[in-house]
């Protein structure tokens, strides 16, 4: 999600059921936390673990590292997550500033990157992972950011070229290094940890950012060599988590006029080409269609985009996850639409943006997605939880 700018229906009675405050208090009873152990693996289009299929299903919670919470508000905001039957959170491992403020992962100065290995950095994403284990679940790790919020690819390209083309993040050497040097140092201090499920190399990568400045001569061929490249390097430092590129699932099938299917100028993903790749384990897709223009009929529209990439999974004998979708009006209808679509499709697993919690220091950022547990859409999750657990164990 760029933060900036932003089966048979289930019935409503069992909607607005979910979402009362003591069946959510039930829901939490029910969700014992099953301890994490092991490494999640793929076999052919499904997730595994210890030889059994492993379901992917839970929501986004980027801030949760991020936002100055205690142990404990962790713990409750990833409670409030695994209590609709969640066994996955994606999350943000990434933080780039110039200037040391709050939870950051990695300061840079005059061009010079510097690890936050303490307790407002790295041993505060230890926390993080300790409170996902805490409530049974594992995370998704993006690693850095197409968009400007916390840092991104663009602080590397600032910091590093003197420019703002956004796609030298792809081919620059000095900022593939650092880069490098980077997942390194957070990969590295994480392989042989099982609260991790896998790691993305960013979350939505285009040729364009946030300024959509770019040098003019990124195309997908561009960031398909550097997915190659780099999901490679984070296999050959950890050999025991799985590797996704984090990106929205846009197609590039030429003569195309449909933004997300045909490619256009700053977009620069091929969809199939990046799950072809070896070192890519499972393909990721995101789902917006007000966002991307879709407006005609918001719903249908959607379906269909999760019908594609279920063939896509088919094709290529991948699992692909729905890692991020979300409404921000009509809500209940585009769900009730969205999760059977994603059961009958067959397609592996799904992540809703974003999840969220009342702390006692306030409500978790709510963006327009977000979903707290007072909502309707909070008991459908576990609904279709259930669903999705179901599909996949017959």
Known sequence: MRLTGLAALLPAVSIAAAASVGDRRSLARAASPTAVTGFVTTSGQNFQLNGEVFTVVGANS????????????????????????????????????????????????????????????????????????????????????????????????????????????????????????????????????????????????????????????????????????????????????????????????????????????????????????????FGTAHLYPISWGETTDPIEWGVQWIENHAASQKAQNKPVIVEEFGMTTNMTATYEAWYPAIINSGLTGDLIWQAGSYLSSGPTPNDGYTVYPNNTVYGMEATYAAQLKARNAA
């Open 62 to 281: 980027y801030w949760v590292g991020l936002s100055g919470l205690s142990t404990t508000e962790m713990n409750q905001a990833f409670a409030d997550i695994a209590a609709v039957g969640a066994t996955s959170v994606r999350t943000w491992g990434f933080n780039d500033v110039t200037t040391p403020s709050g939870d950051y992962y990695q300061l840079w100065t005059n061009g010079t990157p510097t690890i936050n290995y303490g307790s407002t950095g790295l041993e505060n994403f230890d926390n993080v992972v300790a409170a996902a284990k805490e409530n049974g679940l594992r995370l998704i790790v993006a690693l850095t950011n197409n968009w400007a919020d916390y840092g991104g690819m663009d602080v590397y390209v600032s910091q590093l070229t003197g420019t703002d083309y956004h796609d030298y993040f792809y081919t620059d050497p000095a900022i593939i290094a650092a880069y490098k040097n980077y997942v390194s140092a957070f990969v590295g201090r994480y392989v042989d940890e099982p609260g991790i499920l896998a790691w993305e190399l960013s979350n939505e990568p285009r040729c364009a950012g946030t300024t959509g400045t770019t040098s003019g001569n990124c195309t997908a061929v561009t960031v398909t060599n550097w997915i190659a490249e780099m999901s490679a390097y984070i296999k050959s430092i950890d050999a025991n988590h799985l590797v996704a590129v984090g990106d929205e699932g846009f197609y590039a099938i030429a003569g195309n006029s449909d933004y997300p299917y045909g490619g256009g100028e700053g977009i620069g993903i091929n969809f199939t080409a990046n799950l072809e790749i070896p070192t890519i384990d």
